[in-house]
């Protein structure tokens, strides 16, 4: 199997300005892809070069490296959500880490490392601009599977009593140094040089001393690359799904050159069907059923293999989140206590899925109010979204309400409401609140959002 290796251009410092893609395109940024094809079973021997992606050659994989200088890697407490619910949370996450505006960023969690807090995540902050010109440009290269992962990540991890391994590349009048902090995380810096000034000869800071400095050549990066790819092909690394892509990468470019097969083809056929009356001596017009029998045809074919296909799209989205309720079961499962799993085990029911994540959330709401932290299903929290929810229906609609420190159950007045239980739940959905129904003017209100139910 073939590997290419890219390292992306740093990207262009324009001050408070962002960098916009349509600013790039006459720049010498596109020419300035470096790449290195390493073949199978040659570990010395490789072909290096420097220009666009489409001028790159074919492999079976690229692995495509984004300077550390360009991504911002954080930790911080993620809850459970969904891929969609998440991408809603992240913005919020980082506002305590960033000076600018989060709209100008483009925020992606990384996959959560096994054996490790399930809260937990490292957090990839990219500029938004710059991140969509990368991804334009990776859309061109000739590999079936493409990976952007941050360059530090090609850095070994010390051990314990070793000198850390500090790369650094140089540049004419700069130098880049790289380090790798932990699994998922490292820094960059820049340095600022004369054409006289050594590496050797720059002051680093004092936990840096006795470092071991490595210059980022082919001739270490190829075997790093290798080593990486080869260590995260197990499922069960920490880094195996690790890809800085967004999902509909290259989705949109291959959705529109099908579109354009298939209308060339069409005009083809239409125009093959036309000569072939003209030359049989036919005066066949746009009215006659015999001009439209084939293009009818093929709208059929078309639209069988549409529902065939949203048929099998509607099954994998259910096959996805099945699997995807298993797993945040699974995670939850194992941080809970002894005391939650005799609970969970005392109250299991057939028809309670996520009862381990209800159990995992109680859990953790029980553990910051021992701290003394403020949780979303506080009572406080709760009355203040019971009282959002009920504003339009009157004040005096509740007939009872119910609080039992995790969920409260209230009931209308009966009489007291003039819609149907259905528009009350698509309220709570508008409001982004959990309420399910239990009778009738009965209901349930959920802290955080129903996050870990149905």
């Known amino acids: 199997m073939s590997l290419l290796i890219i390292r992306c251009p740093l990207k262009p410092f324009t001050g408070s300005n962002a960098t916009a893609p349509s600013d790039l395109q006459g720049e010498s940024c596109v020419e ?36 550390t ?45 096994p054996d490790s807090p399930v809260l937990q995540r490292t957090i990839a902050l990219i500029d938004r601009n710059w991140y969509r010109w990368l991804n334009k440009q990776l859309e061109r290269l000739l590999a079936p599977r493409v990976r952007l992962v941050p360059e530090c990540l090609m850095l070994s991890l010390a051990s314990e009593g070793a000198p850390e391994l500090l790369a650094y590349c140089r540049t004419d009048n700069q130098i880049v140094f790289t380090r790798r902090t932990s699994i998922q995380l490292g820094a960059s810096w820049v340095e600022q040089i004369d054409s006289t000034t050594t590496v050797d000869e720059i002051p680093l800071p004092q936990s840096l001393s006795d470092s ?19 260590a995260n092909s197990n499922s069960r690394s920490a880094n ?7 999902n509909h990468f290259r989705r949109d470019a291959a959705s529109g050159l099908a579109g354009n097969k ?99 959330m109680k859990q953790v709401t029980a553990e910051q109010r021992r701290h003394g932290g403020i949780s979303d299903a506080d009572f406080g929290a709760m009355v203040a979204k019971l009282q959002q929810f009920k504003a339009p229906y009157g004040p005096e609609v509740l007939q009872k309400i119910d609080y039992d420190g995790y969920a409260i159950i209230f009931e209308f007045k009966l009489g007291a409401l003039t819609t149907s239980s259905k528009e009350v739940l698509a309220r709570a959905r508008s409001l982004g609140l959990a309420v399910t129904l239990l009778g009738p003017n009965r209901y349930r209100l959920e802290p955080y959002a129903g996050l870990g139910s149905n």
Do not use: H
């Open 262 to 360: 298939v209308m060339s083809v069409m005009s083809r056929l239409l125009q093959g069907r036309s000569n072939k009356a003209s030359s049989g001596g036919m005066n066949l017009s746009w009215t006659d059923p015999l001009v439209w029998r084939r293009p009818l045809n093929w709208a059929g074919y078309c639209t069988v293999s549409l529902i065939l296909g949203f048929a099998a799209y509607a099954s994998w989205l259910t096959l996805d989140d099945w699997r995807f309720t298993k797993r945040m079961e699974l995670l939850a499962a194992r941080n809970l206590s002894p005391s939650s799993i005799a609970l969970l085990n005392q109250n299991k029911s057939a028809d309670s899925p996520p009862a381990v994540l209800n159990a995992f």
């Open 32 to 67: 300035q892809f470096e790449w290195c094809l390493v073949e199978e079973g040659q570990a010395t021997e490789f072909t290096t070069g420097i220009g666009s992606t489409q001028s790159m050659p074919y492999a079976d994989e690229a692995l495509v490296l984004m300077p």
């Open 69 to 113: 200088l360009d991504v911002r890697l954080i930790e911080a407490k993620v809850p459970l959500a969904n891929a969609k619910k998440l991408q809603q949370i992240l913005p919020n996450l980082i506002e305590d880490f960033v000076l600018t505006g989060v709209e100008s960023l483009t925020v992606e969690a990384l996959p959560p490392i």
């Open 240 to 246: 195996f799904a690790l890809n800085l892509l967004p």
């Open 212 to 230: 071991v400095l490595t210059e980022i050549s082919w001739s270490w990066l190829a075997g790093a690359a290798q080593e990486y790819v080869l």
